[in-house]
């Protein structure tokens, strides 16, 4: 039993959706048959904007790919960078480190004042 009280206490609320069923393929292929079909019945007329728009809207997914390119040119660059100061150590010792580490300090600042 519930005892009684002066805040009334909210109550859940249900969720209730409707499954829809949505195939993506076939939708692209009816809207490529309305559009050979608005293009066959306006026969040599200008070319219709929106049909013309909706068929190439698919055709940028290939650019997905370019931007993998710089971030392999970036790991190349940091793994020069670790190998070169490996060497440097080995041939001049601790001095090697220190020149690094003024270098990318430098380089940091920079950085954050936006001037490189």
Do not use: C, W
């Not at 959706?17 to 200008?46: C, F, H, V, W």
């Not at 392999?72 to 440097?88: E, S, Y």
């Amino acid at each position: 039993m519930k005892l009684p009280t002066l805040f009334r206490t909210p109550k859940y609320q249900k969720f209730h959706i409707e499954p829809r069923y949505y195939d993506p393929i076939k939708e692209e292929m009816d809207k490529r048959t309305e559009a050979i079909r608005s293009e066959l019945n306006s026969g040599a007329q200008e070319i219709n904007r929106p049909g013309y728009s909706s068929r190439i809207s698919g055709s940028f997914r290939t650019k997905k790919s370019a931007s993998t390119g710089s971030a392999t040119i970036m790991q190349l660059v940091i793994m020069a960078l670790l190998i070169a100061v490996i060497f440097g150590y080995l041939y001049l010792g601790n001095t090697a480190l220190y020149i690094f580490a003024l270098v990318s300090s430098v380089l940091v600042y920079l950085k954050m004042k936006r001037i490189l």
